[in-house]
């Protein structure tokens, strides 16, 4: 029994830096990532991408922003020393209701409506022009690896999912607040953010972006069904303790 002790003690042990060491690596990628979108030269860049709000207009970019706070979160916790159980649930608590609600349907929403668009005229979303200024590789860091990096995360870990109907609130509200901002910029400059956007009337604006919501609803429902499947309802909730 106490041998059967030592091995489950190591491999949890194993795993747990294994965690750490994920979290702290996807952390440095996007926070890498964002560094090199800031370098660049605003004045070399093709006109209008960066007016306005610069990259903070993007999806995109806010979507690099959101994983890299996430997995900043998810690395402090990893870390939190034993003995401050009540402080470390609250920061599981709500790193897992970050992850659930906003950061994998958000994430994959970027991954498959930007490949979708691209595939069908990139020019409506990423026009060949910018390919001089952020790289393939770039471009993929943006929009593909997230992908991966998302669902290593499904893998490694359980998460905490909030009520359905709370979940979806508050991702509507945030999913509304883009579109006022988006709304706002056009507004503003008479630049959409995206140059699909200019292709709709009033009614096909709605529709598009009621369809997108749609889209993003059905990916959080996703994300609750596979974590469900992965780890059972058993293990969704934060330790009290390390």
Known sequence: ???????????????????????????????????????KDVSDLPPGIFVYGGPWKYLTFLNLVLQMVFFGLASVNDLQPVGKGSKMSLLCLSKDLLFSVFVFPVGMFVVLLFWLIFAYDRQLVYPASIDNFFPPWLNHA???????????????????FPKTKNGLAALGVVGLAYLGWVIWVYCTVGIWVYPLLGLFSHSGLAIFFFHN??????LFLLGQALNYKIWGKKHLKCPSSR
């Open 1 to 39: 029994m106490k041998v059967v002790f030592q091995q489950q003690t190591s491999t949890a042990n194993m795993a747990g830096v294994m965690k750490t060491f994920y979290h702290i690596a996807a952390f440095s990628w996007y926070a890498f990532i964002i560094q090199c979108i800031y370098a």
């Open 142 to 160: 943006m929009h593909t690896l997230v992908l991966p990096i998302l669902f290593g995360e499904l893998l490694l870990e359980p998460h905490v």
């Open 213 to 218: 919501m749609l889209v993003v609803t059905l």
